[in-house]
């Protein structure tokens, strides 16, 4: 069966410094990759995608930035973290094919201060 | 384009009555159409989905959702609320190249 996982599952980290977040999935092989983040409150804002290794497309534009350096590897990145980058952030996998359902990860809490 | 909205961001029901959380698509080509859950502080978990076939569709935890193609609804349904339905649930439409478009989601609170 397959399996995601994201982590850290919680991060505080202070306005300016650094950010890698890293998703792996288990059990399938090329699929879908997807980032979304989840404001309080608020509904989900996907990121980035990707459809292949080294495949980004990115949908909202902001500081973070993806990478794809292996088959079943997501990572969120950000140089210098702005307050507006805390949420709940989401890594998702799916097919590909029509339809397709997204399975998601547990999440990593994103506090910036 | 597609899009979807949920209509009520919180319902209140109490425990044992029935569970209704409505959801409205737009799609220019056939939807396919998903629902989900999320409880406090963890990822969405897959509750149903409509592809084709019977438009009455059966998931997880005894919800059920209709696909009305005349009303554009996929209105997500529970016969008796149990405290531990509330959750965050979510609505979704497929677009192209496996990308979904979630609702704002609803907030169901459960009172004893």
């Known amino acids: 069966s397959q399996t995601i996982h994201q982590w850290p599952a919680t991060l505080v980290q202070p306005v300016g410094s650094p950010l890698s977040l890293e998703c792996t999935v288990e059990g399938t092989s090329n699929p879908n990759l997807y980032w979304y983040r989840q404001a309080a409150g608020r509904g989900l804002q996907l990121l980035f995608y990707s459809v292949g290794i080294g495949q980004i497309s990115s949908e909202v534009p902001q500081n973070l930035s993806a990478s794809r350096p292996q088959d079943r590897q997501f990572i969120l990145s950000s140089k210098k973290l702005l307050l507006s980058d805390s949420g709940f952030y989401l890594c998702?996998?799916?097919?590909?094919?029509?339809?397709?359902?997204?399975?998601f990860g547990p999440g990593t809490r994103l506090t910036v201060t | 384009a597609q899009s979807v909205t949920q209509l009520g961001s919180h319902v209140s029901v109490s425990e044992g009555a029935l569970v209704l959380l409505r959801c409205n698509y737009s799609s220019s080509v056939p939807p396919y159409l998903f629902w989900y859950v999320q409880y406090p502080n963890q990822g969405l978990q897959l509750l149903l989905k409509y592809t084709t076939g019977a438009t009455l569709v059966k998931g997880i935890n005894g919800f059920e959702a209709e696909f009305k193609k005349s009303e554009t609804s996929f209105h997500l349904t529970k016969p008796s609320a149990h405290m531990s339905d509330a959750a965050e649930y979510f609505c979704a439409v497929n677009l192209q190249g496996g990308k979904l478009i979630f609702g704002q989601g609803t907030e169901l609170s459960v009172k004893p």
């Open positions: 998702a996998w799916g097919s590909g094919y029509t339809p397709s359902e997204q399975y």
